[in-house]
């Protein structure tokens, strides 16, 4: 289990950073002003995605932990 693990933000928090990084990485790539042969902008947009990918992966592990807790109260 990653160190993290035990060190994550709330689900909903997790879930706004990302929507809230994908749009930014939208309105980057849909803009007239980016340039793709760039090397700087590819590199800002992949940290951008990176970003959005850690986050919506950190969202996943949590719902799936908070709902492995809830059916375990459950039962």
Wanted: glycine fraction near 0%; charge should be negative.
């Amino acid at each position: 289990m990653p160190a993290r693990a035990n060190h994550h933000e709330k689900l909903e928090e997790h879930l706004n950073i990302a929507a809230r990084l994908s749009r930014a990485a939208w309105e980057l790539i849909a803009s007239n002003d980016f340039d793709a042969e760039d090397e700087r902008s590819l590199d800002a947009l992949k940290e951008l995605v990176s970003m959005v990918a850690d986050h919506a992966s950190a969202a996943r592990y949590v719902f799936y932990k908070e709902s492995a807790a809830r059916m375990k109260a459950e039962a």
